[in-house]
C-alpha cells in the first residue's frame, strides 16, 4: 500500500464499536430507483490482513514497543536476522535499456564475470550519460553521450550488464524524469529473452528497506511505528526473495504490487533511524520468512489470512484521533454499477449474501447479489470492491 494511499483520508472519524459476530444470512434487498446511487457506510482501508498501519501508530501512542505490536499483528512469529541482496525491478523505466549519469567510480560489468568489468572514466571523461543497450538475447552495446553530440558505442559486452558505483547513488533516467539508486543497476533479460530488459536495483537488504518505509508509513510517525513498518517491509522483501519463480531477473518490485520503494529519494532522518534500529530483524514462521502483509487501517477488526500468524481479532489500536479511514461513508451511483455489471441491466436492488461473522454489521462482505431489469449476479465482496473504488469489503448498504 502506497503513502498516497495510507494518507488519502478525508472523512471524519467516528469510533468503532464491533458487536457479536452474527450469522451468516442473506441480508434484506436494499432497492435504487432508476438513476439512483448506493450509499455506503464503512469501516477501514485496504484488506485488513496482518498489520494495520494506523494500528501500528495507535499502538505506539499508547506505549507499546516496535516487539510488542509485531506480536500483536503477527502473532506466533518469531524474530530473527537476516542479510544480503534484494533485486528489484523499476517499474518506472519502461524503456529495453538503461540510462543513468555519469559520475566518480561509475563502472560498467558484466554479469557474473568481475572479470570483464570497465571503469568509465578511463573510457571516455567527457561524457554526461552512459547506456547499457540489449542488441541481442547474449549481448549489450555500452555506449556514451557528450553534450551536443549523438550516442557513440564504447563496446560491446558479452551477455547483459550493470552500473556500479561502489555502493554510492547512481542517477538513473526514466521516460520523464530520473531518479538515484543504491547498489547496481542491471539490464536484466525478461522472461520474454531476445532484447526485452528490465531495469533491476541489486543492492543490501538493509539500503532497499531505507527506501521503502517512508513510501508506506508517514515519516512523522511515532518511532515504535516506524520501526515496525521497517521490520514488516524488511520481512516481506525476504519473503519475495524466497518466493521467487525460476527464471525471473527479479525478487520484487516497486509498486503497490509488492510494497512501494522510492530509493534515495524516499530516505528520511526519522525512517533511516527506525531501519538502523532493526537492522537486519525479520520476522520467521517455522524457520522461514514470514508473509507480513499489511494494510492502512483494520478498521478495529483484522482480517484472517491463509497463514496461521494472519488472525482475525478485535484491534484495539485502530481507532485513534488521526485515523480519518477507521470509519468512512460514499455514495456510488447506479450507473457505475450498471457500467461493470452490464449484464443485469438497469439496476434495481442489492443484498449482501454472506460476511465474514467478525466485527460490526457481521464484518467484512463476502459476496452480494445485484438485480437489474435483465436479471442478477453475484459478486465477490472484493471484486465489489475493487471495482467500484470503495476503502474495504466491510460496509453496509443504507
Same mark, same amino acid.
Given at each position: 500500500?502506497?503513502?498516497?494511499?495510507?494518507?488519502?483520508?478525508?472523512?471524519?472519524?467516528?469510533?468503532? #464499536?464491533?458487536?457479536?459476530?452474527?450469522?451468516?444470512?442473506? &441480508?434484506?434487498? !436494499?432497492?435504487?430507483?432508476?438513476?439512483?446511487?448506493?450509499?455506503? $457506510?464503512?469501516?477501514?482501508?485496504?484488506?485488513?490482513?496482518?498489520? @494495520?498501519?494506523?494500528?501500528? &501508530?495507535? #499502538?505506539?501512542?499508547?506505549?507499546?514497543?516496535?516487539?510488542?505490536?509485531?506480536?500483536?499483528?503477527?502473532?506466533?512469529?518469531?524474530?530473527?536476522?537476516?542479510?544480503? %541482496?534484494?533485486?528489484?525491478?523499476?517499474?518506472?523505466?519502461?524503456?529495453?535499456?538503461?540510462?543513468?549519469?555519469?559520475?566518480?567510480?561509475?563502472?560498467?560489468?558484466?554479469?557474473?564475470?568481475?572479470?570483464?568489468?570497465?571503469?568509465?572514466?578511463?573510457?571516455?571523461?567527457?561524457?554526461?550519460?552512459?547506456?547499457?543497450?540489449?542488441? =541481442?538475447?547474449?549481448?549489450?552495446?555500452? @555506449?556514451?553521450?557528450?553534450?551536443?553530440?549523438?550516442?557513440?558505442?564504447?563496446? !560491446?559486452?558479452?551477455?547483459?550488464? &550493470?552500473?556500479?558505483?561502489?555502493?554510492?547513488?547512481?542517477?538513473?533516467?526514466?521516460?520523464?524524469?530520473?531518479?538515484?539508486?543504491?547498489?547496481?543497476?542491471?539490464?536484466?533479460?525478461?522472461?520474454?529473452?531476445?532484447?526485452?530488459?528490465?531495469?533491476? %536495483?541489486?543492492?543490501?537488504?538493509?539500503?532497499?528497506?531505507?527506501?521503502?518505509?517512508?513510501? &508506506?508509513?508517514?515519516?512523522?510517525?511515532?518511532?515504535?511505528?516506524?520501526?515496525?513498518?521497517?521490520?514488516?517491509?524488511?520481512?516481506?522483501?525476504?519473503?519475495?526473495?524466497?518466493?521467487?519463480?525460476?527464471?525471473? @531477473?527479479?525478487?520484487?518490485?516497486? =509498486?503497490?504490487?509488492?510494497?512501494?520503494?522510492?530509493? !534515495?529519494?524516499?530516505?528520511?532522518? #526519522?525512517?533511516?533511524? #527506525?531501519?538502523?534500529?532493526? %537492522?537486519?530483524?525479520?520476522?520467521?514462521?517455522?524457520?522461514?520468512?514470514?508473509?507480513?502483509?499489511? @494494510?492502512?487501517? =483494520?478498521?478495529?477488526?483484522?482480517?484472517?489470512?491463509?497463514?496461521?500468524?494472519?488472525?482475525?481479532?478485535?484491534?484495539?489500536?485502530?481507532?485513534?484521533?488521526?485515523?480519518?479511514?477507521?470509519?468512512?461513508?460514499?455514495?456510488?451511483?447506479?450507473?457505475?454499477?450498471?457500467?461493470?455489471?452490464?449484464?443485469?441491466?438497469?439496476?434495481?436492488?442489492?443484498?449482501?449474501?454472506?460476511?465474514?461473522? %467478525?466485527?460490526?454489521?457481521?464484518?467484512?462482505?463476502?459476496?452480494?447479489?445485484?438485480?437489474?431489469?435483465?436479471?442478477?449476479?453475484?459478486?465477490?465482496?472484493?471484486?465489489?470492491?475493487? $471495482?467500484?473504488?470503495?476503502?474495504?469489503?466491510?460496509?453496509?448498504?443504507?
Amino acid at each position: 500500500m502506497s503513502r498516497t494511499t495510507l494518507l488519502a483520508a478525508t472523512l471524519a472519524l467516528g469510533l468503532l #464499536a464491533p458487536g457479536a459476530a452474527v450469522a451468516r444470512t442473506a &441480508e434484506p434487498v !436494499v432497492a435504487v430507483p432508476a438513476g439512483g446511487s448506493l450509499t455506503l $457506510t464503512g469501516h477501514g482501508y485496504g484488506h485488513g490482513r496482518g498489520m @494495520s498501519q494506523y494500528g501500528a &501508530e495507535g #499502538a505506539a501512542r499508547q506505549g507499546l514497543t516496535s516487539a510488542q505490536i509485531l506480536a500483536f499483528y503477527y502473532p506466533g512469529t518469531t524474530v530473527a536476522r537476516v542479510g544480503g %541482496n534484494i533485486s528489484v525491478r523499476i517499474g518506472s523505466d519502461t524503456t529495453a535499456d538503461t540510462m543513468v549519469a555519469a559520475r566518480d567510480r561509475l563502472v560498467a560489468r558484466v554479469v557474473g564475470r568481475p572479470s570483464q568489468t570497465f571503469a568509465l572514466t578511463g573510457l571516455q571523461r567527457s561524457a554526461t550519460r552512459w547506456r547499457l543497450k540489449p542488441l =541481442s538475447a547474449t549481448r549489450t552495446a555500452l @555506449s556514451y553521450q557528450i553534450p551536443g553530440h549523438a550516442w557513440a558505442r564504447a563496446r !560491446v559486452l558479452d551477455g547483459p550488464a &550493470e552500473f556500479f558505483a561502489g555502493g554510492a547513488p547512481i542517477t538513473l533516467y526514466v521516460p520523464g524524469g530520473s531518479a538515484a539508486y543504491r547498489g547496481a543497476l542491471r539490464n536484466a533479460p525478461t522472461a520474454a529473452g531476445g532484447r526485452d530488459r528490465d531495469t533491476v %536495483n541489486v543492492l543490501g537488504l538493509q539500503n532497499y528497506v531505507r527506501g521503502v518505509v517512508a513510501r &508506506e508509513m508517514p515519516a512523522g510517525w511515532s518511532p515504535a511505528a516506524l520501526q515496525t513498518q521497517a521490520v514488516a517491509a524488511r520481512t516481506f522483501a525476504a519473503y519475495d526473495r524466497a518466493h521467487t519463480p525460476a527464471g525471473r @531477473s527479479y525478487q520484487t518490485c516497486d =509498486s503497490t504490487s509488492c510494497q512501494v520503494y522510492g530509493g !534515495v529519494a524516499a530516505e528520511t532522518r #526519522a525512517t533511516d533511524a #527506525a531501519v538502523a534500529a532493526t %537492522n537486519g530483524q525479520v520476522l520467521t514462521y517455522a524457520g522461514q520468512p514470514a508473509f507480513t502483509q499489511f @494494510s492502512s487501517s =483494520s478498521g478495529g477488526w483484522t482480517v484472517r489470512g491463509s497463514v496461521p500468524y494472519q488472525a482475525a481479532k478485535a484491534d484495539p489500536y485502530d481507532a485513534w484521533p488521526g485515523n480519518h479511514v477507521h470509519d468512512w461513508t460514499t455514495t456510488v451511483a447506479a450507473g457505475k454499477v450498471q457500467a461493470a455489471w452490464p449484464s443485469i441491466g438497469t439496476l434495481t436492488g442489492v443484498q449482501v449474501l454472506d460476511r465474514d461473522g %467478525n466485527g460490526d454489521w457481521g464484518g467484512r462482505v463476502n459476496s452480494v447479489r445485484l438485480t437489474g431489469s435483465k436479471g442478477s449476479v453475484t459478486v465477490d465482496g472484493t471484486d465489489f470492491r475493487m $471495482t467500484l473504488g470503495l476503502r474495504s469489503t466491510w460496509f453496509r448498504i443504507g
